[in-house]
């Protein structure tokens, strides 16, 4: 019983992570893809571009995907593994999960503020695309710390 709670923390806080983050990715992508299909209305000219920016919400499920493989091989080259590294792997499983649903929910407000003026004729797909990145970026600490915080 003693080495089951540790196992059992490590792999909720990796499932967690995975649900949270694939989640964020669905919706964030799902925002961006709807209004898209809205601005195709008006300009069908855009789609390409707006493709593209409905794609980088994307990358939060990719980094909680990672995650998991990161912390799976690492549970996989410890032998036993106690309550201090089960309860590691647990939080920043969680950390990134919060993380990445999060930013990929904020990015996706902010790529589809930019397909809707895109439509309305204005060229902001450079400025979207910059603009969009800065969410990321917290998902890319999230995941950094990820495999800094892993036990050895």
């Given at each position: 019983m003693e080495q089951t709670l540790p196992l059992i923390l490590a792999y909720v806080g990796m499932a967690v992570m995975l649900a949270l983050t694939c989640i964020g990715s669905?919706?964030?992508?799902?925002?961006?893809?709807?209004?898209?299909?809205?601005?195709?209305?008006?300009?069908?000219?855009?789609?390409?571009?707006?493709?593209?920016?409905?794609?980088?919400?994307?990358?939060?499920?990719?980094?909680?995907?990672?995650?998991?493989?990161?912390?799976?091989?690492?549970?996989?080259?410890?032998?036993?593994?106690?309550?201090?590294?089960?309860?590691?792997?647990?939080?920043?499983?969680?950390?990134?999960?919060?993380?990445?649903?999060?930013s990929a929910v904020k990015q996706s407000s902010i790529v589809a503020n930019g397909i809707v003026e895109m439509s309305n004729g204005n060229n902001v797909f450079g400025k979207t695309m910059i603009l969009g990145v800065f969410p990321e970026l917290y998902a890319i600490l999230a995941f950094a710390a990820t495999f800094l915080a892993l036990p050895s």
């Open positions: 669905a919706i964030g992508v799902t925002v961006g893809g709807n209004a898209t299909i809205g601005a195709l209305k008006k300009n069908p000219d855009i789609f390409g571009s707006s493709m593209i920016l409905c794609a980088l919400p994307s990358t939060q499920g990719l980094y909680g995907f990672a995650g998991f493989f990161l912390m799976l091989d690492r549970l996989n080259t410890i032998s036993v593994l106690n309550l201090n590294q089960g309860l590691a792997i647990f939080a920043v499983g969680i950390a990134l999960g919060i993380v990445g649903i999060y």
